[in-house]
């Protein structure tokens, strides 16, 4: 048994026997944190107890779940009503990699008479918050509690408490009851949630406590299990300890009016009214708190309006400025409390504010003939992107209510792209806009959290028509010489309206080696209208896709002239992706018809002729249920229409020829990693899942990495057979310090991504006794440190007497302190005495300093072999 669990346990035995006297002091705590880089966080441990025990803690220890531990300080001491007091300590840790750290807190003991957890007086109080150091997630910081646990409630009548969590990141919040927990932050045993005559429970989505009702009185603790969420990832939790008195009362908690939820526009005011009333026509005090209030600047203002016997007015006011802009809504609490001499209730409503982003204005678009250039005002408030929105079916008279944003999906609107500037060319990714259709568009603003304006308002613009109109341009032959391409176009008619345009007229073609036309260079010249087709050969259809433009020029002597603006249409071109068993074909192109249809052609190796065996409407098919390491080859042809005017006309065009093999070049899923250290034994244990019962179906070994420094790459050094072996016992060489990470390795011997790489630190032994007897009885006579060499580089020692005076100072590791004042022979006197020690220790992030603080208590007396550490 360690020495730390002995203390431990020594105070729950010395409180267990004067239970009445000290151990009837903790209610209610939770953990927060804020990070301050990477690794380094500032934890602040909150706990509400109670004011008549005669246990005050000056410190408390917190376990970081690293293998360290710390004395933190008291930093807050503040008087509350019903007998509470609101505790705070902090401290900063530098954790040793990404991972995942339950920092806990426990103390000797909860109050007296808890009814539902058995023996309360000498049940440990513990709290513990779960922090993933994950650098890819961004940083990260716990939500704030702002609802204080300070709870009365009445018998049979409905209770309901909300924590009030703001999280300045905007992240996803879920609420749930978990149960309280004691020593070494384990359940309770017998720990049981209050009786109710209804039901009690939380809501997940708003963090409301409901308890309908409580059916005996008495103090009541729960557990309310807050986790965060980022990007579907889940990134932390904590958890708050509150306790419920419960009292048997005639009165009635007071009641407030429902508040719908309220969404403007940055810049905008929220001016709600808020009323509450009570029964028993008590006096009722409005109080409220949420994140619009804690903002340094234009914070949220509640100010009474009326109040009389009964009821109360109040008016909520929000200034509101883009650096309120945020996805999620903003949660007020409420609370109305009565003035009832017998007990006083509260009543708790909850309020939404929404503040929007304002939206784009002023939008404009410029046609082509396959693309259309967009462009808008910026708004006020700095947005991080544009995204861009259009329809083809024409103009929307769409509206939105007032707490919608974006755009949603089943107005006919589909997602065109985004953007930084406020231009945007949409040529639909590079395949190009088709002709004889009504663009319209709408633009959404978008915000650092991910917060969406409204749309806004639309532009509709329709193509410049090209001329003369590409209908063809389809592959003849695949080969890397001497590949062939038909391009074919229509016969331009209603010349005689061209002014000037009278002949004779001449085709100017061009080709480019790309779909976009990013090259073109003239490669024939047609004369007269009538010749409307080439074959353009020695082309590369194999490897190459090619793009056209036919120019048709007036070539009157003297009067030589473009007439109109050329369209650009490009070759189908297959881009094959072969993978397990399957091969999926990409069809990409650039032309200004429409195809209805992609066929699938195959190679048939038995005739040697293309076999159709599927049709599509997508630009992307899979053919699966291959046979791995056999070639396929492939060829599409397209079906479409091209239009002239309002007349439509088929179109049929065929790509090259394209051969992949089908293989498993598909990498297995990451196994999930967890690293724990034995530092008895001096090794760390890792243990990780079988992704053969989850996402993969063929790994049959695993490969191990590691690092001793959170700064340098990992390195592979075990390779372990068998999808079942998932259990790693690593002996370091020269420090339990590391990082690791796991790879998951298939039949094909394809490799998966790392794991999340998990680091753990090296194991904390130095310690400092707390009790020591400088008698020269030859025993204890002298303040050592234990393990002062394991990992310990230097120490900085400062000890104090209760006046603040410096009685000692060292930088031994072993500090050997023998009592004497310091610069004297003289012993101390018997008492307390209080010191700070900076302990530079070598950890896998370098040389970190971790800052002790503690109480050292004196004895001239003879202390037998009592010698208790911290």
Known sequence: MSIRRIYLLIIIFLIAGFSSVYATHNRAGEITYVQLSELTYKVTVTTYTYTLSNVDREELEVEWGDGTFTTVARTEKVLLPDYYQRNRYAAVHTFPGPGVYSILVQDPNRNFGVQNIPNSVNTVFSVKTTLFVNPSIGLNDTPILLNPPLNQAAQFKLFVHNPGAYDKDGDDLRYSLAACTGEDGNPIAGYALPPATSSIGMNELTGDLVWNTPSDTGKYNLAILIDEWRYGIKIGS???DIQINVYATENNPPETDPIDEVCVVAGDTVNVLIRSTDADLNNIEHTATGGPFLFETKPATLSEVSSVPGETVSRFRWYTGCNHIRNESYMVIISAKDDHPDVKLVGVERMLVKVIGPAPYGL????????????WNEPECNPMKYLIYRRKEGPLDYT???????????????????????????????EGLVQGFNYCYRIVAEFADGAQSYPSEEKCESLEPGFPVITNVSVDTTDAINGKIMLKWAKPDRLDTVPGAIGPFEYVIYRSDDALGMHLERIDTLEGLDDTTITDIGLNTLDKQYSYEVALYNDTPG??????????????FLNLVPSDNTVEINIEKNTPWYDNEYVIYRLNDLTLNYDSIDYSTSRVYSDDKLKNGRSYCYKVKSVGVYKIDTVEYPTINWSHELCKTPNDYQRPCPPELSVRSSCDSLKNILTWNNPNLTCADDVIAYK?????????????????????????????ESSMGGCYAVAAVDSFNNESELSVVQCVDNCSYYKLPNVFSPNNDGVNDIFIAENPLNFVEKVEMKIFNRWGELVYETKNPFIEWNGKKIRSDEVVPTGVYYYICDVWESRISGLEVRNLTGFIHVYKESSGEIRIYE
Do not use: K, W
Not at 709 to 721: H, K, P, V
């Open 238 to 240: 904590i958890t708050r």
């Open 364 to 375: 404009e678009t410029d046609p082509g003939n396959a693309y259309i250039r967009v462009s």
């Open 400 to 430: 939105h209510d007032d707490c919608t944003t974006g755009m949603p999906d089943d107005e006919g609107y589909e997602y065109a792209g985004e953007t930084t500037d406020t231009t945007f060319i949409d040529n639909d990714e590079d």
């Open 559 to 572: 009067n030589r002239f473009r007439i109109g603006i050329p369209q650009l249409a490009s070759s189908i």
């Open 704 to 732: 191990v990495y590691y690092t001793d420094s959170y700064d340098t790459e990992l390195d592979s050094i075990l390779r372990i057979e068998g999808a079942e072996n998932t259990f790693f016992e690593h002996f370091p």
